[in-house]
């Protein structure tokens, strides 16, 4: 299974595209199901081909002048055909290393989210600026959920708080 990390300077660069006063939360997931979460705005979708493979991303975000601080709201999927293997604990250990190198792992934690074997990560990279991380691999998606902002931040919470899978 090939797996997709993403690029922090990617995400800041969809600030400007996303910027909203307050939080206008709304359900998304993927046409059909699958899974879902709660975003605290509007959210961009995009997708684009890594490895010969459809990866959408949505994202939704909030600029440092209307919140305080930046945020950041980012859902990555890609499909998938088959349930989670043995080896699905090792490629999310594996994930979580490799989105982790270059900054520090704050937490860790191994657990399942539904029936899906799931890591949730907190990092800090070389500027400061927090990561919270939940991945999951379930049989129809490779999915990363991600917060960036202050740890704190009852937005961040809440919207990590309301991912689950179907």
């Known amino acids: 299974m090939r ?18 006063q ?77 989105i982790t190198e270059g900054g520090t792992l704050i937490s860790k934690n191994s657990d399942d989210i539904g029936d899906y074997p799931a890591r949730s990560f907190v990092m800090q990279d070389k500027d400061n600026d927090t990561y919270q991380w939940r991945i999951v691999i379930t049989d129809k998606y490779f999915i990363e959920v991600l917060f960036l902002g202050p740890k704190d931040n009852a937005l961040g919470q809440k919207y990590l708080d309301s991912f689950g899978v179907d």
């Open 3 to 20: 797996v997709i990390f993403a690029l922090p300077a990617s995400m800041l660069a969809w600030l400007a595209v996303a910027q909203a």
């Open 22 to 98: 307050t939080a206008n939360w709304q359900n998304f997931g993927p046409p059909g199901g699958g899974f879902r979460v709660d975003m605290p705005c509007k959210s961009e979708v995009k997708s684009e081909q890594r490895n010969g493979h459809k990866v959408d991303t949505a994202l939704c975000a909030f600029d440092k002048a209307k919140a305080g601080s930046d945020l950041v709201f980012m859902v990555k999927y890609q499909g998938r055909s088959e349930a989670p293997g043995p080896d699905a604990q090792a490629t999310l250990d594996n994930v979580v290393k490799v």
